[in-house]
């Protein structure tokens, strides 16, 4: 407390106050680099309205992959049964859960991004905490699409919502499943309202700045914003609320989701520690996401140079180095725990991991996870590079995926009884899972079409507001004094 | 007036430490002929899945003979065969798992039901139980003529995406307790059998009341060379396997 008054009292010290030095900062950080509010309006508008034929064709190919890898796939999966998957006696759970945990992980990014970092007052998040939103309420449409892929007899899954009916029948809240629901659903309709809030001003922006059929389109979701004193004042309450309250609930879906395996008496699964790991590990293929996109984003359209910068790699790349040394110590205390427990399955299981014919997932898993962050991540030159963070991102979500196979069908391989073991081969798991990669990215391309992917007034708010303050050698800019 | 002692944590009461119906295979006996497994085939219209399915663990046998052995080629040695079926737990770990109360606990008969139009094929039932002894119906499998004419009529017949499971043969318990009851008795230690029990060559499989001490399946039980499988899991199965006895 006294260190942020001391701090406030002295002006802070920039590097050097020449005009080198100004023009170098500006370069450096959005905040500094400030343009009248029209203008970056029409950047934004303009980034949004430019559609070219590259972006038909990209619809049109992700367009055919959705139709015939996800529903014309999934419509031979219903017709069939779940015989044309991998899924047989000891791996009864597969791919299928496997992307329901790892799109469920992909989703936590947005939520970390744009509550955490808002309620830390961290500003670099400013020009971004949109398209991470976005992530979050695609990946949970992936999860939950997956989850309903993966059930014998799809169309009665309306059994497992507690409706009131008349078959006299309610769902078992003591099945983990029944929470995993609960938590699934609130987290989507949460996450979906935390990012339509902050999006109404922007909506009114481009409602003001736009003709024809977009006019209506925004007309209609912007509900009547006008920008007056009070209308700001109740976003912000209304926002200040929800980046608090959205925490924990992106803290108990991945918890829960983890309860699914933890709750059960498996070798492997049964594990008091996996409900903080599978959090750790959902932010780390969250962040690792983020960066592919902010890289493809800032690489394809228009005038996103000016809005996502080196800096905003470089304060990310950080947070996955963190994240990358929690997941290490949860994993090795997963690890560490099963394996002093001295049960007979679990140490089989243990070097059916390791040593079994999938082995090479679980070293490719480390390296990925762990050796290739700590690697890259503490260069800050290689940080400030987007591709090479987003690469690494990229490997850290294969990782994540091997972590996850391991966890789900690898580890069912192997249980009480001998004689059932059998190994687990995906079969029309393969085209869903493309297809649902596809979807996300359906959904994404056209939303950054639809919607302003950068939240402007957030932008314009911090550079209007900020200052600049001195930790340690650091300057860093702030608009911590605005509230 | 419920004694609360008597409740459990999910607060229907406890069952009685030794349960109701019971089972006990001698694995001395056991010969490993399937004839068990093919009659609990028959007898609950259980389908066949073919060759390259059940290659790849997906027969849907209730019952099935496990066989191992030990030591290393040449020096091999045959284990005992351990037919495995359902253990018809009193404290079954599939049970809180179904999301749809697919899979529920019988206070009358003190087993573990399947009711199959209740479930929706979410597997977790199978992937919590020890024993591994849930089949799923991964197809519709078609029976070859002429098998399509011997379904048993007092067995439900599943469709695609349900999972099922040993029963004890509930349609015979069922059937033997309606005709002692139309003759105004209770119903004798060795009357019925379930398909399993009836079909063993080598009468390795005994089946009848475990509440009731002078019962053969009782006797057995506590006869001394017994093993419940798992039991330190809490699972309290009432499948008693004996072996190595004089």
């Not at chain 1, 990358?324 to 001295?342: E, L």
């Not at chain 2, 399937?34 to 399915?53: K, L, Y």
Request: hydrophobic share 45%; charged share 15%.
């Amino acid at each position: 407390m006294s260190g942020t008054k001391r701090s406030e009292n002295r002006q802070p010290k920039l590097p050097d106050s020449t005009d080198h030095a100004m023009e170098h900062l500006r370069q450096q950080h959005l905040m500094l680099d400030p343009k009248p509010r029209g203008e970056l309006n029409a950047l934004v508008m303009e980034s949004m309205q430019t559609v070219t034929w590259k972006f038909w064709l990209v619809v049109i190919l992700l367009g055919a992959v959705v139709l015939v890898g996800l529903f014309g796939a999934w419509g031979y999966l219903i017709a069939e049964g779940l015989g044309v998957a991998g899924v047989n006696r000891p791996s009864y759970w597969g791919v299928f859960l496997v992307n329901t945990v790892f799109w469920i992980g992909i989703s936590h990014a947005g939520t970390f991004i744009s509550a955490i970092l808002r309620v830390f007052k961290a500003e670099f998040r400013r020009p971004f905490t949109r398209a991470a939103e976005l992530m979050t309420s695609f990946g949970l449409v992936q999860a939950g699409l997956s989850v309903f892929m993966h059930m014998g007899r799809v169309w009665l899954s309306y059994w497992l919502f507690p409706i009131p009916n008349q078959r006299q029948l309610w769902p078992n809240f003591h099945s983990p499943l029944s929470w995993d629901l609960l938590a699934i659903t609130t987290y989507l309709l949460a996450s979906t309202m935390y990012l339509f809030l902050p999006l109404i001003p922007d909506l009114a922006m481009a409602r003001d700045r736009s003709s024809g059929w977009r006019k209506n389109f925004y007309k209609i979701l912007a509900l009547g914003f006008r920008g007056t004193e009070g209308e700001w004042t109740h976003l912000r309450t209304a926002l200040n609320i929800f980046a608090f309250a959205i925490i924990p609930v992106m803290f108990s879906v991945h918890t829960i989701v983890s309860w699914d395996f933890a709750a059960a008496m498996r070798p492997g699964w049964n594990s008091t520690i996996f409900g903080p790991y599978f959090v750790i590990g959902a932010l780390h293929s969250g962040m690792g996401a983020v960066v592919i996109v902010l890289a493809i984003v800032r690489a394809t359209m228009k005038h996103m140079q000016y809005f996502i910068r080196a800096e905003h790699f470089d304060a990310i790349g950080k947070l996955m180095l963190i994240i990358s040394m929690g997941w290490a110590y949860f994993f090795f205390n997963d690890y560490m725990v099963q394996w002093y427990g001295g049960d007979k399955y679990t140490d089989y299981l243990l070097h059916w991991h390791e040593a079994g014919p999938l082995g090479w997932m679980w070293f490719a898993m480390l390296v990925v996870n762990i050796v290739i962050p700590w690697a890259v991540l503490w260069n800050k030159k290689w940080r400030s590079n987007p591709w090479v963070v987003a690469l690494v991102g990229l490997l850290i979500n294969v990782g994540m995926y091997f972590e996850r196979y391991i966890i789900v069908p690898i580890s069912l391989t192997i249980n009480r009884m001998p004689f059932t073991w059998r190994l687990y081969q995906p079969g029309i798991e393969i085209p869903l899972s493309i297809g649902t990669l596809a979807f996300f990215i359906l959904l994404y391309v056209i939303a950054s079409k639809l919607i302003p992917i950068i939240p402007v007034w957030e932008v314009q708010e911090g550079q209007m507001a900020h200052s600049l303050k001195k930790f340690g050698r650091e300057t860093v800019v702030t608009v911590s004094e605005l509230e | 007036m419920i004694d609360l002692n008597q409740v459990g944590a999910k607060g229907a009461l406890v069952e009685a430490a030794e349960g109701k119906w019971g089972m006990v295979i001698d694995q001395d006996l056991c010969t490993g002929c399937q004839a068990c497994v093919a009659a609990c085939a028959m007898e609950n219209n259980i389908p066949f899945v073919g060759e390259e399915d059940a290659g790849y663990g997906r027969s849907m046998h209730w019952m099935r003979i496990e066989r191992f052995w030990e030591g290393e080629y040449p020096e091999v040695k045959m284990t005992p065969f351990q037919p495995t079926l359902c253990q018809q737990c009193g404290s079954a770990p599939c049970e809180p798992v179904c999301p749809a109360f697919a899979t529920v606990h019988s206070a009358a008969e003190q087993l573990n039901l399947q009711v199959y139009n209740r479930c929706v094929g979410t597997r977790y039932c199978a992937n919590n139980c020890p024993y591994q002894v849930r089949s799923f119906n991964w197809r519709d499998y078609e029976r070859p003529a002429p098998l399509d004419n011997q379904f048993n009529p007092d067995v439900t017949v599943r469709r695609r995406g349900v999972m099922e499971k040993c029963t004890f043969c509930i349609q015979r318990i069922h059937r033997a307790q309606d005709q002692a009851k139309a003759e105004g008795r209770e119903v004798v230690d060795g009357e019925f059998a379930p398909a399993c029990a009836q079909a063993c060559p080598a009468e390795a499989i005994t089946f009848g009341r475990l509440d009731d001490p002078e019962s053969l399946v009782s006797q057995l039980a506590r006869q001394g060379n017994g093993v419940r499988l798992f039991e330190e899991l809490g699972t309290q199965p009432r499948v008693t396997y004996l072996k190595g006895g004089a």
